[in-house]
């Protein structure tokens, strides 16, 4: 579906924002069955902090049947006892065209998630390519219109990133992240627009959103260059993950603290929904972490 909207200034004179079109949309996801904080792998976690591993569900529940009601398919996995973290999905892998590529944790806590992720690939017809290098899948692994942006800094290794042009074939932008509370790609960008489309008649542009003190200065250059037009979130939005959201082109869901990237949102054209993830956030996660997109097979 496309959605073209008008924004009327107090002059009466009207602007026409971008048309914008919701993709249907595959994720993989996993119940927080077994949520909790009990060790520490990245700034949010604090595991003196108490959890409520019913809300993570009932919060989780929310998201999972919002994509429904937008009219995705949502897939599950089974969640493991012992690995709390499996609920960032995103996290399990990276999927393009059929092809599956496995992430290969940097900590041990997490390592034990890769043959369960392997598995679920593999029965569900991916082509599956078990990794040498240290990568944490589609948190560090933003598909941009052809291009595969990749970030590195403190979990995907800049090894990963060759591998994974690899094996996609596909040219890969490396981009460095230099803040530890955005220590995956997926908390400092958001891909609004999945595949490229055309915005009122005009040339194809991907859309992106992004936060600048997140990345050194080499980085920034490349996003600027790259992404003339992206959307520049605040630090105030960052800090709250407001860019761990999950959009398919129109309707983009983001976490309800991220006020200032709600209104930027709704001036481009696009349909934000607020989604509280608080809890999982005690994690180190959001509404993006929690989604893994499947492209190609059934």
């Known amino acids: 579906m496309s959605f073209e909207n008008t924004l009327s200034t107090p002059e009466t004179t009207t602007t026409t924002v971008p048309t914008r079109t919701a993709h249907h949309r595959r994720y993989l996801m996993c119940k927080p069955s077994h949520f909790t904080v009990n060790y520490s792998i990245n700034p949010w976690m604090e595991p003196s902090k108490p959890t409520d591993t019913a809300n993570a569900v009932a919060q989780w529940q929310k998201l999972h049947d919002l994509y429904l009601e937008l009219g995705h398919d949502v897939e599950l996995i089974e969640p493991l006892a012992g690995f709390p973290d499996m609920v960032y999905t995103a996290n399990g892998g990276f999927l393009i065209d059929g092809r599956a590529y496995v992430p290969k944790f940097r900590f041990v806590e997490r390592q034990g998630e890769s043959p ?140 309800p603290r991220a006020k200032g990237f709600d209104q930027q949102l709704r001036d481009r054209g696009y349909n934000p929904i607020m989604v509280d993830l608080s809890e999982l956030l005690l994690g180190g996660g959001g509404i993006k972490c929690c989604t893994l997109e499947l492209r190609g097979a059934k």
């Not at 390519?129 to 403190?154: H, Q, R, S």
């Not at 990963?160 to 932008?173: L, Q």
């Not at 959103?209 to 200065?217: E, H, K, R, S």
């Open 116 to 255: 369960a992720f392997a598995d679920w690939f593999r029965a569900a017809g991916y082509d599956t390519v078990i990794p040498e290098e240290v990568n944490e899948g589609e948190g560090d692994f933003l598909l941009v219109g052809d291009i595969i942006l990749a970030g590195t800094g403190f979990r995907s290794t800049g090894d990963s990133h060759r591998e994974v042009g690899e094996v996609f074939g596909r040219e890969v932008v490396s981009l460095n992240l230099v803040d530890p509370r955005f220590y995956h790609l997926d908390t400092a960008i958001a891909v609004l627009d999945p595949v490229q489309g055309t915005e009122n008649g005009g040339p194809e542009r991907a859309n992106i959103a992004y936060l600048p003190g997140a990345f050194d200065d080499a980085s920034r250059a490349i996003l600027e260059e790259r992404f003339p037009d992206a959307i520049l979130v605040s630090d105030e939005d960052g800090s709250v993950f407001g860019l761990n959201s999950a959009s398919d082109g129109y309707n983009v869901v983001i976490s």
